[in-house]
């Protein structure tokens, strides 16, 4: 389970809040539309949703400056909608069509934004390690201020290919920060039953590397954990990691009945720890909005989600002469 929360700054501002409220809210609502159209049959394939682990990338995106990079695994709806990822987009590609960020070919794995530097959803478990580290080698290279963030779980924690990329980054000083997403079940196995460590991120010490934990259902705890491993990367001083605690609500994909776990101890962390609700408790009784004001943002919120899947219904099936399109690259881009 996630740690207790620590005590929030005092000093955050009322429109941080609702930024992080508005943010949040947008991913569990997009999540929820895309577990519906998935049980109407229109979205097929793998998909796996976010729902509980919204903090986390909320938070390390406020982090974040333009032109910092992130690479992330299979769940990858709430990320590309955190960096800015137009959610038209992200649905009609979910559903197979061709206004989608991959035309429609790529799926719930696989979108990418050059525009938004957001470098894909992986499919094969610890795959987008290695890739986080090139990215950041790029930076590294170019000699620029840029960092990337590079997600994954507490199954992928355990692949060789991520040790091997810890050794790699540590050894070039690349600024990576390693955000290992757990949320405590990997596919259906629990971490205690899977991994002996009794932490993940300090098996980053082996290497040298700097890390954390940190409280992943409370998303001012990830920003600011965000916020120092982004300053040790810009400092020079190579890759950082962090272990942020969180939880998911539903099943590993929509597939998955969760039966490993009781509905008691799900329902139990919606009651206690949800990271939209710690916020809307903060808005509330800071008096920095009304019940009012936040039921507003919502309706507001359903309606741009409600939008992108009109748009996803809306938009027509790729052509069959796109299966020869986009295989091979054409010309080497002059930027990463």
């Known amino acids: 389970m996630p740690p207790k929360k620590p005590a929030p700054k005092s000093n955050v501002s009322a429109e941080e809040l609702l930024g992080h409220y508005r943010e949040m809210l947008l991913i569990r609502r997009f999540e929820e539309k895309a577990g519906q159209l998935y049980g109407m049959g229109l979205i097929g394939g793998f998909c796996h949703l976010y729902i509980g682990q919204e903090a986390v990338v909320v938070g390390l995106e406020a982090a974040a400056s333009e032109g910092d990079k992130r690479v992330t695994s299979y769940r990858d709806h709430g990320h590309m909608l955190a960096c800015g990822m137009d959610p038209k987009g992200i649905m009609a590609e979910l559903t197979g069509r061709e206004g989608g960020f991959s035309k429609g070919k790529g799926g719930s794995m696989h979108m990418f934004s050059k525009e938004k530097h957001f470098y894909g959803g992986h499919g094969i478990v610890g795959a987008q390690v290695p890739l986080g580290a090139g990215l950041a080698f790029s930076d590294k290279y170019k000699g620029n201020d840029r960092v990337t963030f590079t997600y994954f779980g507490d199954g992928a924690a355990n692949q060789g290919q991520v040790y091997e990329t810890y050794n790699m980054a540590q050894l070039w000083d690349l600024p990576v920060i390693f955000v290992i997403e757990n949320n405590g079940y990997a596919m259906g196995t629990s971490v205690v039953r899977s991994t002996k460590s009794p932490s993940l991120w300090e098996r980053g010490a082996a290497y040298g590397i700097a890390g954390e934990e940190v409280d992943g259902m409370n998303v001012l705890a990830v920003k600011e954990a965000g916020e120092r491993a982004v300053a040790h990367c810009r400092a020079g001083k190579g890759p950082y990691i962090l272990e942020v605690k969180t939880y998911r609500y539903r099943g590993h994909s929509m ?73 091979y690259a054409t010309e080497i881009p002059q930027e990463a």
Not at 293 to 315: G, Y
């Open 255 to 327: 597939s998955d009945p969760a039966k490993y776990r009781t509905r008691d101890e799900v329902q139990k962390m919606r009651d206690e720890r949800d990271p939209i609700e710690q916020i809307r408790d903060m808005l509330l009784t800071g008096k920095h909005a009304t019940d009012e004001d936040l039921k507003a943002i919502d309706k507001e919120i359903k309606a741009v989600v409600n939008e992108a899947a009109e748009f996803s219904k809306e938009s027509p099936e790729p052509h069959l002469d796109e299966l020869w399109t986009d295989i």
